[in-house]
T-cell receptor, first 113, second 115 residues
């Protein structure tokens, strides 16, 4: 089976930095994705890691340690619009036409003024 | 706007009925994925099609079926509906998978309510 864990809720204040952790145990590993989802809306792609290390993209960074089955999403200079659910997802399959994702339950982030 | 379209946006139906959800992937994307999102289960993978062929199955119930047509649009059929089938159903598409990044782009979803 696939097991992906992340905290249920987090809160932070505007302008601060927050780190959302994700641990995974999956049947295989071929990439880890972070998605942002506002209530009632579609998930939108934020970041992708397949090798160990940090990937930075503007205010968002994502880190991966494959040996530890661990990733985090770092959000800097928080804004009110960052209040959303953040979903960690693992792609377990290799192969050029296989891409299913297994998602964690999501971390609901609330940003306070 | 991800470029993935889904219809209808909302669907209300009764237990025991059958419904069809429709998805059009982004132009050029060959893979279509269906996911179910409910409050108690989170976002769960149902099934994937690639260029008309079924490629992977998740925890999809036998009452559910899907297909991808030659024009690459896909339909998810849900039959003998139960109250527990009430959920948001998302379709996603991606151009390639495997060695490339292959991120998925999600449609706006269909909210199904079974009464």
């Amino acid at each position: 089976g696939q097991n992906i864990d992340q905290p249920t809720e987090m809160t932070a204040t505007e302008g601060a930095i927050v780190q959302i952790n994700c641990t995974y145990q999956t049947s295989g590993f071929n990439g880890l994705f972070w998605y942002q989802q506002h209530a009632g809306e579609a998930p939108t792609f934020l970041s992708y890691n397949v090798l160990d290390g940090l990937e930075e993209k503007g205010r968002f960074s994502s880190f991966l340690s494959r040996s530890k089955g661990y990733s985090y999403l770092l959000l800097k200079e928080l804004q009110m619009k960052d209040s959303a659910s953040y979903l960690c997802a693992v792609r377990p399959d290799r192969g050029s036409t296989l891409g299913r994702l297994y998602f964690g339950r999501g971390t609901q982030l609330t940003v306070w003024p | 706007d991800s470029g993935v379209t889904q219809t209808p946006k909302h669907l209300i139906t009764a237990t025991g009925q059958r419904v069809t959800l429709r998805c059009s992937p982004r132009s050029g994307d060959l893979s279509v994925y269906w996911y179910q999102q409910s409050l108690d289960q989170g976002l769960q993978f149902l099934i994937q099609y690639y260029n008309g062929e079924e490629r992977a199955k998740g925890n999809i119930l036998e009452r559910f079926s899907a297909q991808q047509f030659p024009d690459l649009h896909s339909e998810l059929n849900l039959s003998s509906l139960e109250l527990g089938d009430s959920a948001l159903y998302f379709c996603a598409s991606s151009p390639r998978t495997g060695g490339e990044r292959g991120e998925q782009y999600f449609g706006p979803g269909t909210r199904l309510t079974v009464t």
